[in-house]
């Protein structure tokens, strides 16, 4: 005896998994995008940013699951390097917000 299968309900597990992709990739599409105009918004030229998604260094426990860190290496104007902890999107409203905060590296 075969079960038939509700194209409805195919459809909708469908449209479900393409719902959830469709989400992933714009939450870390935007995320690097507050990334890079915080950069040039202070002058700086992003060399290597690395997504963190558990270690988040001076982050720790102080960060939402709206909210991404990455981990930078970036010239300032002056050509000096630094690298440091950026945090992107606000507690509040995640990446809704272009706020974006860093920790140096000492």
Excluded: C
């Amino acid at each position: 005896m075969q079960t038939q299968i509700d194209p409805v309900t195919v459809l909708f597990i469908i449209l479900a998994i393409a719902i959830v992709i469709l989400a992933w990739a714009w939450h870390f599409s935007r995320s690097r995008s507050i990334l890079q105009k915080w950069a040039d918004g202070n002058g700086y030229t992003l060399m290597q940013a690395e997504l963190r998604l558990f270690r988040t260094g001076p982050f720790f426990l102080n960060t939402t699951r709206s909210q991404v860190v990455y981990y930078v290496t970036i010239l300032d104007a002056l050509g000096r390097e630094r690298k440091g902890w950026v945090k992107v999107g606000s507690w509040l409203i995640g990446l809704w917000s272009n706020q974006a905060e860093v920790k140096w590296d000492t």
